[in-house]
């Protein structure tokens, strides 16, 4: 039976919807590609160094598994070690569901929330909210996020707001460079814009 003209530039149009689906850009909230990602973040009283491995599930899920450790600048009774079990589920093109699990010592955290996530003229945009409990924290929050890309470089920025918790916002501000498989950027987060930490992050994709 011969195809038409119509029938097979619908179908064109179909897989390109699909391809497009499995390569947003690799800070898009919305990416799940398996990586491996390394950390560095100097705070007013301390440094961390983090890893992070991400596992891509059918183009639309991811689970990770990560490790941190604090060494405090004052007092060994401040460090800490912790292991983070997350994952993230793309329930359609505009709607992203994720899950984190923060076990270290005596301060496990469960947290759980999701995002719209929407294309725009100078990149993407997203806002949603989250519901944490457990030791480390415990109430809900509220978020947005800008991503800008430009050529091989972006800026991302992500604004958390708190509504139960011992400061009141969060103010992280990104700025890098991405080929689709190696990602590297340097960062500068606010808490309450007054305190800052400054950190480096070098990811490769899958």
């Known amino acids: 039976m ?10 064109e149009n179909t897989n ?7 390569n947003y850009h690799s800070q898009d909230i919305r990416n799940v590609q398996s990586k491996i990602t390394a950390g560095y973040d100097s705070f007013e009283n301390g440094d961390q160094l983090s890893l992070e491995g991400t596992y891509s599930i059918n183009d639309k899920a991811s689970v990770s598994l990560g490790y941190s450790t604090f060494g405090s600048d004052y007092h060994s009774a401040f460090d800490y070690d912790a292991v983070t079990l997350s994952g993230q589920y793309n329930l359609s093109n505009n709607i992203v569901l994720d899950g984190e699990w923060n076990v270290s010592g005596d301060y496990d955290n469960l947290t759980v929330g999701g995002n719209y996530v929407a294309d725009a003229g ?3 945009w997203n806002v949603g909210a989250n519901d944490s409990s457990g030791d480390y924290s415990d109430g809900f929050d509220l978020e947005a996020g800008v991503l800008v890309p430009f050529g091989n470089m972006y800026y991302r920025g992500d604004f958390t707001y708190f509504l139960d918790s011992d400061y009141d916002s969060v103010f992280e501000n990104a700025l890098g460079w991405t080929n689709g498989n190696i990602n590297l950027n340097a960062s500068v987060t606010m808490y309450e814009f007054e305190n800052t930490s400054v950190g480096i992050e070098f990811g490769y994709l899958f």
């Open 16 to 22: 390109q919807v699909v391809q497009d689906s499995k």
């Open 122 to 124: 100078f990149g993407t």
């Open 2 to 11: 011969p195809v038409s003209a119509d029938d097979q530039a619908t179908k």
